[in-house]
């Protein structure tokens, strides 16, 4: 019930895998795309990215994406807004 318990899991997960969810072969892509300053042309690369992601991490991804919508929808209840997630 703990939801920090659940977090710390979670991060323990992603950390422990042998490759990384976003993998090392699309590093510069992925630090490419950080710098591309118009938030459309951002998007659209980002989902091609996501779509050079091997079929497991792209799962993985969307059910991470999927955790964090339903945490978002409780912002009332639980406090943790989009801002808060990516801190």
């Not at 703990?2 to 997960?13: E, F, Q, Y």
């Not at 892509?29 to 042309?41: E, K």
Request: proline share 6%; aromatic share 6%; hydrophobic share 55%.
């Amino acid at each position: 019930k703990d939801p920090h318990t659940v977090a710390g899991l979670l991060r323990l997960w992603v950390r422990e895998q042998a490759e990384p969810l976003l993998t090392e072969a699309l590093y510069a892509d992925w630090i490419a795309l950080a710098r591309v300053a118009d938030p459309r042309l951002q998007l659209l690369a980002a989902l091609a990215l996501v779509a050079r992601l091997p079929p497991v991490h792209r799962e993985c991804l969307a059910r991470i994406f999927e955790l964090f919508a339903q945490v978002v929808a409780s912002e009332s209840a639980n406090k943790m807004g989009i801002g808060n997630l990516a801190t």
